[in-house]
Structure formats: C-alpha cells, structure tokens
C-alpha cells in the first residue's frame, strides 16, 4: 500500500474529464486518510507552467511531471511522458493509464471503490486514452464531451463533488442527440473548410458537432492529408484554446512550440492573453509554424512574434 503525505492542496488539469475524476477521486481519498477538506484547484496547461508553487506539501494529478515539481511530500499521480526521474517526489506514473484510473486504483486500497465508480473510471480511461477499438468508445466520448461542453466547475458544482453523479447522467442525452445529429452535419462542412497553417499543421473550421469526433472522422477517412489537425476554441473570457490530434506522435511537438503539452496523439495549448479573436489565433499560429527570418535577426522568441503581429496590424 502506498504511503501519501496530508496535502496543503490537490492540483489538477482542467481541460479534460480526466482532470475532473482524478481530482475529486483525490481529494475523497485526502477526506478519508486525513479528515480534511483539501481545497481542489484546476488549471490549464498554460496557467499552470505560470503558477508559482509555495506549498510544502501537494498531490498533483493529471498534470505532466516536470523538475520543479520534484519536492519532498509533493505526489504526482500522472500518465503523460516525462523526460525527469524524481529525486524528492514520490511520482506514481504510468503512460498505459488515464489520471483517473491511477488515482482510482489508490482509492481501491483504502476500500474506496464501487461498482459506480468502476464504470466511469472505466469510461474515462477509453475516453482519455482514446481507445477507439473498446466497444465503449462513443459512449465514453459522450462522457468527455460533457467537460467540453458545460466545463470543468460548472459540472463539479453540479455534482456537488460526487464523481459517481456522473454516471448515467440526465445530460449525457443531450450529448447522445448532439452527437446523431449535429455530429454528420459538422463533419460534412468542416471537411470542405480545413485552412493550412504550416506544411504539416492544418486549421479544422468548425460550426458546429463535437470537434473531437470529427477530427477523429477526417482522419480515419484519410481525408485530408495534414498529420496534425488543429481546432481553435474562444471561451467567455476571450482566452482562446487550441486542441492539437495527430496519428502518430506529431501533435505533442506542435504543442510544445505553443508552450503546451498532453498526450503525443491529443494535447493542447491556450494562446496568449494578447491573440483576443480567431484571425489573430491563425496569423500569431502561422507566425510560429512558418518561422522566416526578418532582414535582421531571425524571430526566435514568442516576444518578437507578438511584434511582427502588432506590425502588422497597422
């Protein structure tokens, strides 16, 4: 059995529902080791690299484990690819495995499990890991799409923190419904509109269906012949998400160059506070894939390219 420090705070992804069930699974566990209410905070990628780390103790989740993360009573519970072996922190990791189901299986040993829970860790790892051969695939994508959809605090308050509220919940029809009908109307029209951003990077416009799927679609169909597939995403707040999908292991590299990260096949990026409208999104990500030095110095820092844009805005 694994021995687990009380934590100041669990840290977990935001993006994804992976990030939502290995949380709230984590901070069950803190409540029934320690009889404590540790506060659950979430972030995305690019928040997160900026967040300055002052606790002497913490359980990360779904977060990929970095050097500055290698603390002593720091816990990373992860599956994405690392290149750092920990010294201090104790890191359970396993690239084979969601977030969830790592988590999951520590819960297990404190007799946290339930015939519930076994389904949608089940659900979130065919989701997560994208494992489009299991005969639960569409279903879990239906469970994904909920986050995508409603948000990460939107349905954690709705569940008021109970993960097994999840399952067979009233709203997966809704996701069921979008999925028969706008899913084939979305994938018919964001087939004839992908825009290239780089020799190897093309731009999937989207109106309407889940982007995901039909991502998955245009590849799967060979319809088009860019390995990375990108899809933009502007939230309330104006911050702009993008959602990277390759094949073979090319969309990770597209998304370190975007300071982001995820899986080698599914990852994303949030772009800079400055880029407020999907034209800027495209001419700022087109300046980063297609690099071409200036009459000076070649442009080799995010800095310089937020100048070339601003040039050329006027």
């Known amino acids: 059995m694994v021995s687990l420090p009380k934590p100041e705070v669990i840290l977990t992804h ?8 290995s949380g709230l699974l984590l901070r069950r566990l803190a409540r029934t080791l320690f009889d404590a209410d540790v506060a659950l905070q979430a972030y ?3 928040n997160w690299r900026q967040r300055s780390l002052p606790e002497k103790s913490a359980w990360v989740c779904d977060l990929t484990f970095e050097q500055r993360l290698d603390r002593p009573n ?3 519970i992860d599956h994405h690819t690392t290149d750092f072996s920990p010294k ?3 890191l359970i990791h396993d690239v084979n495995k969601s977030a969830g189901l790592l988590c999951y299986e520590l819960c297990q040993q404190h007799e946290l499990g339930t015939a519930k829970l076994d389904r949608l860790v089940h659900l ?3 989701a997560d890991l994208f494992l489009e051969d299991d005969p639960d695939f569409i279903l879990a994508s239906d469970y994904a799409n909920l986050v995508k959809t409603y948000q990460f605090w939107n349905l954690a308050a709705l569940i008021e923190g109970n993960p097994e509220k999840l399952l067979d919940h009233p709203l997966l029809e809704v996701m069921e419904v979008k999925r028969r009908i706008e899913d084939p109307i979305g994938f018919t029209w964001s087939r004839s509109n992908i825009t290239e ?3 190897a990077v093309g731009l999937v416009n989207t109106v309407i269906g889940n982007t995901n799927q039909i991502v998955h679609q245009l590849f799967e169909q060979r319809a088009t012949s860019y390995p990375v597939l990108i899809t933009l995403f ?11 999908r390759s094949r073979n292991g090319e969309a990770l590299k597209v998304a370190e160059k975007l300071q982001g990260g995820g899986h080698a096949n599914a990852c994303g990026a949030i772009l800079p506070r400055s880029i407020q409208n999907i034209p800027d999104a495209i001419t700022y990500l087109r300046q980063i894939l297609n690099p071409s030095p200036s009459k ?9 390219l937020f100048d070339a844009i601003e040039l050329a805005k006027k």
């Open 14 to 21: 935001e993006s994804d529902l992976d990030g939502l069930v």
């Open 44 to 46: 995305h990628n690019h």
């Open 74 to 76: 720091w816990v990373i």
């Open 88 to 90: 201090y922190a104790q």
């Open 124 to 126: 979130n790892n065919v």
């Open 197 to 199: 951003l780089g020799p």
């Open 234 to 244: 502007r939230r309330g707040n104006g911050m702009i998400l993008v959602s990277l």
């Open 296 to 304: 000076g110095a070649p442009l080799n820092n995010l800095e310089s």
